[in-house]
């Protein structure tokens, strides 16, 4: 079992920067597929981004593409999102999302095992 906790979120405004963390405690994070999902007001919760166990591989949303970027450095058992040129459409709660799939990539919350409590993106026009 492993336990996730996101840090770094804030309000920033449109055209900024942000670095999300999540911090994993519990059994060694590089035997979880990790990815961060979001939640706007009113809508769906949505993959923003993966990254495999050995963060070789990573996948992202459209939307995020050019933009977003996801990391882990699993000898700090952490992992990131960076996110530049913000757009008030980011604005949302992010959750980081972990998962004991056979999957090397989480492609939807259907096989997450563990959340985060997350952490609130607003961004400012």
């Known amino acids: 079992q492993v336990q996730v906790a996101e840090s770094g979120g804030g309000l920033v405004q449109a055209g900024g920067s942000l670095r999300l963390s999540c911090a994993a405690s519990?059994?060694?994070?590089?035997?979880?597929?990790l990815a961060w999902f979001r939640q706007a007001p009113g809508k769906e919760r949505e993959l923003v981004a993966a990254?495999?166990?050995?963060?070789?591989?990573?996948n992202y949303a459209d939307s995020v593409k050019g933009r977003f970027t996801i990391s882990r450095d699993n000898a700090k058992n952490t992992m990131y999102l960076q996110m530049n040129s913000l757009k008030p459409e980011d604005t949302a709660v992010y959750y980081c999302a972990a998962s004991a799939s056979a999957s090397a990539l989480i492609t939807s919350a259907t096989i997450v095992n563990y959340w985060g409590q997350g952490t609130q993106v607003t961004v400012s026009l």
């Open positions: 519990g059994r060694t994070v590089s035997s979880y597929a």
């Open positions: 990254i495999s166990r050995s963060g070789v591989y990573q």
